[in-house]
């Protein structure tokens, strides 16, 4: 869908970024691919996926103290906790 956000955001005549008529808007474009026509970014999806699983393992390996925080993490938390 980023790939075609502003072509949608053209054709829908719109001047600036409505999100929820964007979604509906690709979700109905979707809807009309053909599988073939799919494929395509299915398989871009796939990559990205597997890229971020691997960035996943990459930082569960680390030492704990070397990881780096997710934001909200409980981590965190206790870390603010601490602190104060």
């Not at 398989?43 to 934001?71: D, I, T």
């Amino acid at each position: 869908m980023n790939a075609n956000r502003e072509n949608i955001k053209k054709d829908l005549g719109l001047d600036k970024v409505d999100i929820g008529k964007i979604g509906k808007e690709a979700g109905r474009r979707w809807g009309e691919m053909t599988a073939d026509d799919k494929k395509e970014w299915e398989e871009k999806a796939n990559q990205a996926r597997q890229g971020a699983l691997r960035e996943r393992e990459g930082e569960l390996r680390r030492e704990p103290s070397q990881r780096r925080p997710r934001p909200g993490h409980v981590s965190q938390k206790s870390e603010l906790r601490r602190l104060v």
